[in-house]
Protein backbone atom coordinates (compact mmCIF):
# COMPACT_ATOMS: atom_id res chain seq x y z
CA UNK A 1 0.00 0.00 0.00
CA UNK A 2 3.38 2.40 0.80
CA UNK A 3 4.06 1.85 -3.01
CA UNK A 4 0.83 2.69 -4.00
CA UNK A 5 0.63 5.86 -2.30
CA UNK A 6 4.59 6.77 -3.41
CA UNK A 7 3.55 5.83 -6.98
CA UNK A 8 0.67 8.25 -6.67
CA UNK A 9 2.94 11.29 -5.23
CA UNK A 10 5.44 10.80 -7.81
CA UNK A 11 2.96 10.87 -10.66
CA UNK A 12 1.30 14.28 -9.07
CA UNK A 13 4.51 15.65 -8.78
CA UNK A 14 5.47 15.04 -12.44
CA UNK A 15 1.95 16.14 -13.49
CA UNK A 16 2.42 20.04 -11.51
CA UNK A 17 5.50 21.12 -13.70
CA UNK A 18 5.78 24.55 -15.16
CA UNK A 19 5.07 23.14 -18.63
CA UNK A 20 1.80 22.54 -18.07
CA UNK A 21 0.87 25.86 -16.75
CA UNK A 22 -1.52 26.83 -19.60
CA UNK A 23 -4.87 28.62 -19.07
CA UNK A 24 -6.34 25.84 -16.33
CA UNK A 25 -10.78 25.57 -15.75
CA UNK A 26 -12.08 26.31 -12.77
CA UNK A 27 -12.70 23.23 -10.61
CA UNK A 28 -13.95 25.04 -7.05
CA UNK A 29 -17.68 24.25 -5.82
CA UNK A 30 -20.11 21.26 -4.98
CA UNK A 31 -20.64 18.52 -7.30
CA UNK A 32 -22.63 14.94 -7.78
CA UNK A 33 -22.08 12.27 -9.88
CA UNK A 34 -23.25 9.16 -11.09
CA UNK A 35 -20.65 6.00 -11.75
CA UNK A 36 -20.48 2.58 -12.45
CA UNK A 37 -17.78 -0.14 -13.14
CA UNK A 38 -16.01 -3.13 -11.98
CA UNK A 39 -15.65 -4.35 -8.56
CA UNK A 40 -13.71 -7.00 -7.47
CA UNK A 41 -13.72 -8.20 -3.35
CA UNK A 42 -10.89 -10.42 -2.58
CA UNK A 43 -11.74 -12.09 0.47
CA UNK A 44 -8.42 -13.53 1.63
CA UNK A 45 -10.17 -17.10 1.77
CA UNK A 46 -7.28 -19.56 -0.04
CA UNK A 47 -9.12 -21.18 -2.82
CA UNK A 48 -12.25 -19.55 -3.01
CA UNK A 49 -12.72 -17.49 -6.19
CA UNK A 50 -13.06 -13.95 -5.44
CA UNK A 51 -16.34 -12.27 -5.98
CA UNK A 52 -16.47 -9.88 -8.71
CA UNK A 53 -19.35 -7.62 -10.59
CA UNK A 54 -20.54 -4.70 -11.17
CA UNK A 55 -20.22 -1.19 -8.67
CA UNK A 56 -22.67 1.47 -9.20
CA UNK A 57 -23.48 4.49 -7.11
CA UNK A 58 -23.80 8.50 -5.90
CA UNK A 59 -21.41 10.66 -4.94
CA UNK A 60 -20.95 14.27 -3.21
CA UNK A 61 -18.18 16.67 -2.95
CA UNK A 62 -16.71 19.98 -2.73
CA UNK A 63 -13.60 20.92 -4.00
CA UNK A 64 -11.48 24.43 -3.39
CA UNK A 65 -9.05 25.54 -5.99
CA UNK A 66 -5.32 27.50 -5.26
CA UNK A 67 -3.73 28.29 -8.74
CA UNK A 68 -3.67 24.49 -10.23
CA UNK A 69 -3.89 22.59 -7.12
CA UNK A 70 -7.49 21.55 -5.98
CA UNK A 71 -7.98 20.53 -2.51
CA UNK A 72 -11.70 18.65 -2.23
CA UNK A 73 -13.42 16.78 0.14
CA UNK A 74 -16.46 13.81 -1.46
CA UNK A 75 -18.55 11.66 0.02
CA UNK A 76 -20.09 8.04 -1.75
CA UNK A 77 -22.80 5.47 -1.67
CA UNK A 78 -22.44 2.28 -4.00
CA UNK A 79 -23.94 -1.22 -4.21
CA UNK A 80 -22.10 -4.28 -6.49
CA UNK A 81 -23.56 -6.73 -7.60
CA UNK A 82 -20.23 -8.84 -6.62
CA UNK A 83 -21.53 -12.87 -5.72
CA UNK A 84 -20.11 -16.06 -4.67
CA UNK A 85 -22.16 -18.74 -5.47
CA UNK A 86 -21.98 -22.23 -5.20
CA UNK A 87 -23.89 -23.77 -7.63
CA UNK A 88 -26.94 -21.95 -7.93
CA UNK A 89 -26.77 -20.88 -4.32
CA UNK A 90 -25.74 -17.33 -3.45
CA UNK A 91 -22.56 -17.97 -0.86
CA UNK A 92 -22.24 -14.77 -0.07
CA UNK A 93 -22.33 -11.03 -1.63
CA UNK A 94 -21.40 -7.75 -1.10
CA UNK A 95 -24.16 -4.88 -0.23
CA UNK A 96 -23.43 -1.08 0.31
CA UNK A 97 -20.57 0.93 0.61
CA UNK A 98 -19.96 4.15 2.81
CA UNK A 99 -17.03 6.65 1.46
CA UNK A 100 -15.57 9.81 2.97
CA UNK A 101 -12.57 10.83 2.27
CA UNK A 102 -10.38 13.87 0.55
CA UNK A 103 -8.77 14.40 -2.41
CA UNK A 104 -5.81 16.69 -3.94
CA UNK A 105 -5.28 17.28 -7.53
CA UNK A 106 -3.42 19.24 -10.24
CA UNK A 107 -5.45 21.16 -12.86
CA UNK A 108 -4.02 20.84 -16.67
CA UNK A 109 -6.43 23.07 -19.03
CA UNK A 110 -9.95 21.13 -18.44
CA UNK A 111 -8.37 18.42 -17.04
CA UNK A 112 -7.93 17.69 -13.41
CA UNK A 113 -5.83 14.77 -12.66
CA UNK A 114 -5.96 13.57 -8.79
CA UNK A 115 -5.35 11.12 -5.61
CA UNK A 116 -7.41 10.45 -3.38
CA UNK A 117 -7.80 8.56 0.47
CA UNK A 118 -10.19 8.21 2.78
CA UNK A 119 -12.36 5.68 5.05
CA UNK A 120 -14.71 3.00 3.65
CA UNK A 121 -17.01 0.91 5.34
CA UNK A 122 -18.87 -2.14 3.29
CA UNK A 123 -21.40 -4.53 4.51
CA UNK A 124 -20.78 -8.51 3.34
CA UNK A 125 -23.83 -10.89 3.27
CA UNK A 126 -22.80 -14.56 3.17
CA UNK A 127 -24.36 -17.43 5.04
CA UNK A 128 -22.29 -17.69 7.92
CA UNK A 129 -23.80 -14.39 8.87
CA UNK A 130 -23.40 -10.61 7.91
CA UNK A 131 -21.12 -8.29 8.96
CA UNK A 132 -19.36 -4.36 8.23
CA UNK A 133 -15.82 -4.02 7.66
CA UNK A 134 -14.26 -1.22 8.35
CA UNK A 135 -11.23 0.05 5.80
CA UNK A 136 -8.76 2.34 3.96
CA UNK A 137 -9.22 3.44 0.56
CA UNK A 138 -6.62 4.97 -1.81
CA UNK A 139 -7.44 5.69 -5.43
CA UNK A 140 -5.75 7.89 -8.36
CA UNK A 141 -8.49 9.33 -11.59
CA UNK A 142 -8.83 11.62 -13.96
CA UNK A 143 -11.68 14.14 -14.30
CA UNK A 144 -12.32 16.49 -17.49
CA UNK A 145 -14.77 19.04 -18.16
CA UNK A 146 -16.97 18.36 -20.76
CA UNK A 147 -18.85 22.00 -20.70
CA UNK A 148 -19.49 24.80 -17.82
CA UNK A 149 -21.12 22.51 -14.92
CA UNK A 150 -20.48 18.68 -16.93
CA UNK A 151 -18.31 16.49 -15.94
CA UNK A 152 -16.59 13.15 -16.79
CA UNK A 153 -14.34 11.16 -14.40
CA UNK A 154 -12.05 7.42 -14.28
CA UNK A 155 -10.65 6.12 -11.36
CA UNK A 156 -8.99 3.33 -9.85
CA UNK A 157 -9.44 2.36 -5.83
CA UNK A 158 -7.96 0.48 -3.90
CA UNK A 159 -9.58 -0.23 -0.16
CA UNK A 160 -7.97 -2.23 2.34
CA UNK A 161 -10.40 -3.81 5.15
CA UNK A 162 -10.27 -5.59 8.49
CA UNK A 163 -9.36 -9.43 8.13
CA UNK A 164 -7.28 -8.71 5.03
CA UNK A 165 -10.21 -8.11 2.62
CA UNK A 166 -9.29 -5.62 -0.08
CA UNK A 167 -11.17 -4.38 -2.90
CA UNK A 168 -10.30 -3.72 -6.33
CA UNK A 169 -12.36 -0.97 -8.38
CA UNK A 170 -12.32 0.76 -11.60
CA UNK A 171 -14.93 3.20 -12.40
CA UNK A 172 -16.38 5.77 -14.69
CA UNK A 173 -18.76 8.56 -13.82
CA UNK A 174 -20.65 11.60 -14.84
CA UNK A 175 -21.26 14.81 -12.83
CA UNK A 176 -22.64 17.73 -12.28
CA UNK A 177 -20.82 21.18 -10.70
CA UNK A 178 -23.33 23.45 -8.99
Same mark, same amino acid.
Given at each position: ???????????????ATP??????EDF???KAS?? *??? !???????? %? @?????? $? /? +?????????????????????????????????????? *??? !???????? %? @?????? $? /? +?????????????????????????????????????????????????????????????????
Amino acid at each position: MKKIALALAAALATVATPALAQDTEDFSGAKASVL *TGY !DVVDLNTP %G @VRNPDG $L /I +YGLGLGYDVQKGSTVFGVEAEVSDSTARLKAGAATVAE *TSR !DLYIGGRV %G @VVAGKT $L /I +YAKAGYSNFRLLSIAGNGNADGFRLGAGVEHKLGEKVFAKVEYRYTDYEAGVTRHQGVAGIGLRF
